[in-house]
């Protein structure tokens, strides 16, 4: 997800599908100067914005359901599908690398491994979900920025926060006693309780402070490795 501001347009643009792909990736473009965009990188790659860069923003892939247990007011966009199956079922299943096949074969993982990727300062990072359902709390570092990695297992949702407030560093682990639906973290620096879905501490000393978002995004392994071929790879 990303803001339709930059810096080298005045208006807010408005995107389409361009019906092209850069390995694997959907191509935007704006409708404004039509310019061609990479979803991936939200950057510009070819037209009149040619090098400008989208802000990416949080966003979070999760069921139906546990979204209405988070916003229970929320409206949904709805165009058309049932609903009642998923088109890609044979997709996942097979070792299909999307439409064009595999640029970069990393064999760290399976093809279609899936996990949260995220780039902070010029630096990729990768973190398997075969690897979070081990370990759902992930205290890590990227960039020098020290990262915060949670993973829900029911839903398999992922999301990552700065785990930092000013100049202090925070070190997290799951609440063993939390209710699945709803999991806490204590924080090891002063055992405050915080809610892992928002990142939250309503408990403790830090009640009432948040961690920072980090905007991250769901992607199978061929097609992260493909555009970050350097990529830092979590392994418990």
Do not use: C
């Amino acid at each position: 997800m990303y803001a339709r501001e930059v810096d080298e347009f005045p208006e807010p643009l408005t995107f389409g599908v361009s019906g092209r792909l850069i390995m694997n990736a959907l191509v935007m473009y704006d409708r404004e100067t039509e310019t061609l965009w990479s979803q991936i990188l939200g950057r510009a790659v070819e037209g009149e914005l040619l090098g400008a860069r989208l802000t990416p923003l949080a966003a979070l892939q999760t069921t139906w359901g546990q979204w209405k247990r988070l916003h229970p007011d929320s409206l949904a966009l709805r165009k058309g599908y049932s609903g009642l199956y998923d088109p890609y079922d044979d997709y996942y299943l097979s070792e299909r690398a999307g439409v064009l096949g595999r640029e970069n074969r990393d064999e760290r993982l399976p093809t279609k491994a899936r996990g949260l990727g995220l780039a902070l300062n010029g630096q990729a990072a990768y973190f398997p979900f075969q690897h979070l359902l081990q370990n759902p709390i992930v205290n890590a570092e990227v960039a020098g920025t020290p990262v915060l990695v949670v993973y829900h297992p029911a839903t398999s949702t992922a999301l990552a926060f700065k785990r930092s407030l000013g100049d202090d560093v925070l070190t997290f682990e799951l609440d063993p006693e939390s209710d699945e639906a709803a999991p806490v973290m204590i924080d090891a620096e002063t055992g405050s309780r915080w809610r892992m879905f928002y990142g939250a501490a309503f408990e403790g000393a830090l009640a009432g402070q948040s961690l920072e978002r980090i905007p991250a995004t769901t992607a199978f392994w061929f097609g992260w490795s493909d555009f970050y071929p350097d990529t830092y790879l979590y392994a418990p």
